[in-house]
């Protein structure tokens, strides 16, 4: 069976800044019962106020987009449904952003690297540098 790695970066809408502790800790919970009834695993998930990064491990039949949009519609859904104050900071009833990053992630390169730095977003550490130098296609 094959899996592949994917790295993920969804923006909330407007660039909000909404991912309290709680928020935090509910997408999480959230991305548990999304493992539960999909091919879809999360790896690492870190939210820094205004994005979250996913490290998502898939199997081949699901595209990313397919993935992501999964991964949106229902989390969007569900923290609204948790956290009414977030629908309050996002007029139109919009979670995330339309667009996003993805990436494929090497299992014996660079996995330990953006796992990482998924881990630690929010959080004032080296990370993000460690992370822009050893991906770095353009040294």
């Given at each position: ?83 009414p104050e977030v629908k309050k900071k996002l007029w139109g009833g919009e979670f995330w952003s ?14 330990t690297a953006v796992g990482n730095y998924v881990r630690e977003q929010g959080k004032e550490k ?14």
């Open positions: 069976m094959s899996v592949l790695l994917y790295h993920f970066v969804c923006p909330a809408k407007y660039r909000r800044v909404v991912f309290s502790e709680d928020v935090d800790l509910g997408l999480k919970e959230i991305c548990e019962e999304i493992e539960k009834r999909y091919d879809i695993r999360f790896l690492e998930i870190g939210t820094d106020k205004d994005h979250v990064h996913f490290l998502i491990q898939s199997v081949p039949k699901i595209s990313p987009t397919q993935i992501i949009r999964t991964v949106k519609s229902i989390t969007a859904k569900e923290i609204f449904a948790r956290y339309d667009g996003y990053y993805v990436g494929t992630v090497g299992r014996h390169g660079n996995e080296e990370y993000k540098k460690i992370y822009s130098q050893q991906l770095s296609l353009f040294d």
